[in-house]
């Protein structure tokens, strides 16, 4: 299990939100709990310092994309790009920097996985530098994944055919914990049983981490098959739960064992 860090940005700036309240319509409804002064080449360029590959920068909504553009200058080919990614600008995001692009909302229309565009884009990029964000929700009988940040439920819910017939379209999956995203209120060890059980290639889980205990059950429950991304219990992004020399510590632990 490795720590995958995240720059997540609004505005053009870094921040920190619980992400089911980002609604294109009511920005009186979005709950910020961290905004930061630094640009984000400065986290790019620290979390290279610290060999930490495989990070995810995320655009959420318009006017992000000279941000993003920074983070990748910040470190060329060591971080991900998502948010809004189309087949019309994954390969331009790509030459820019972006070791992969993350999509979500362009491969399902009406609640439903595209599988033309899933195609188009595996087709355009190939496989290995795609990633799906399957990002969920909990609803009566399983988790859904939801798109159009966070707002609306697909018809796809996760399961152990969904995630080994998606595994062959892409090289990794990110999924958020929407439920408990941003929400420092601990993990949701539910949905972490259903991915440690059944993904078959490089998976990070998102959404609830709070504190130290929070990354040792992930990597508990989730037989070390699951990689872990921590935001707003950060200290480098106002949070008291962690501290980012202690999820560095901790990632290098676990890598010096899987290689041993």
């Not at 920074?70 to 990614?85: E, T």
């Not at 992969?100 to 399902?108: D, K, L």
């Not at 799906?132 to 940040?149: A, E, K, Q």
């Not at 962690?242 to 510590?249: L, N």
Request: hydrophobic share 35%.
């Amino acid at each position: 299990m490795l720590f995958r860090p995240c720059i997540d940005l609004h505005d053009g700036r870094v921040k920190q939100i619980i992400g089911s309240t980002l609604q294109d319509s009511d920005s009186a409804s979005l709950q910020t709990n961290f905004s930061s002064s630094f640009t984000p080449s400065h986290y790019a360029r620290m979390y290279r310092d610290d060999n930490l590959p495989g990070g995810h920068v995320i655009m959420l909504g318009s006017g992000n994309e000279d941000a993003a553009m920074d983070a990748l200058k910040g470190w060329p080919g060591g971080l991900q790009l998502g948010g809004g990614i189309t087949a019309d600008n994954a390969e331009r995001w790509l030459e820019c920097g972006a070791s992969h692009v993350i999509v979500t909302s362009h491969v399902f229309h009406d609640g439903q996985l595209n599988a033309d565009r899933l195609h188009c884009l595996q087709t355009l990029i190939g496989r290995e530098r795609l990633v799906l964000d399957l990002s969920c929700r909990w609803r009566d009988d399983g988790y859904y994944v939801v798109t159009d940040r966070w707002q609306n439920f697909t018809d796809l819910r996760i399961s152990r055919q969904v995630l080994r017939e998606l595994a062959d379209s892409c090289d990794e999956f990110l999924i958020h914990a929407v439920d408990v995203e941003g929400k420092c209120m601990g993990v949701d060890e539910r949905l972490i049983d259903l991915l440690a059980d059944n993904v078959t290639i490089p998976t990070t889980y998102a959404g609830g981490v709070g504190s130290m205990d929070d990354l040792v059950l992930i990597r508990k429950a989730g037989k070390g098959r699951l990689d872990a991304t921590v935001g707003s219990a950060l200290d480098i992004f106002g949070g008291s739960g962690c501290t980012y020399q202690e999820v560095v510590a901790f990632h290098a632990r676990n890598q010096k064992s899987a290689t041993r």
